[in-house]
């Protein structure tokens, strides 16, 4: 295994690790924020709020971590060694 895999395989784990620890939060503050709300407050659902606010975050960070990270520095090197490949043929 090469030192540049090795790099590329620990950057993906160590972002996969921050969307994880993300998630533990936002699940931990919002079921605070309901039990708080559902104490304290008689009809007014204001938790749905930062839930929904903060649930964006968490899908814009999903995306960034699971989808759009395919399309980063790796799959541009092998595109381009495609490239370079089908020119020399």
Same mark, same amino acid.
């Given at each position: 295994?090469?030192?540049?895999? %090795? &790099?590329?395989?620990? $950057?993906? *784990?160590? &972002?996969? $690790?921050?969307? %994880? *620890?993300? !998630?533990?939060? %936002?699940?931990? *503050?919002?079921?605070? !924020?309901? /039990?708080i709300n559902m104490m304290t407050s008689s009809g007014s659902w204001w938790f749905i709020y930062p839930l929904m606010?903060?649930?964006?975050? @968490?899908?814009?960070?999903?995306? /960034?971590? !699971? ?5 980063? $520095? &790796?799959? #541009? #090197? =092998? $595109? @381009? =060694? &495609?490239?370079?490949? =089908?020119?020399?043929?």
């Open positions: 295994m090469s030192q540049n895999s %090795y &790099e590329n395989a620990r $950057k993906r *784990v160590r &972002e996969l $690790k921050l969307l %994880y *620890v993300h !998630l533990v939060w %936002y699940i931990s *503050v919002n079921v605070m !924020l309901i /039990f606010g903060w649930g964006m975050g @968490i899908v814009a960070h999903s995306l /960034f971590t !699971l989808v759009l990270s395919r399309w980063g $520095k &790796e799959w #541009e #090197e =092998k $595109k @381009i =060694k &495609e490239y370079l490949t =089908k020119d020399n043929e």
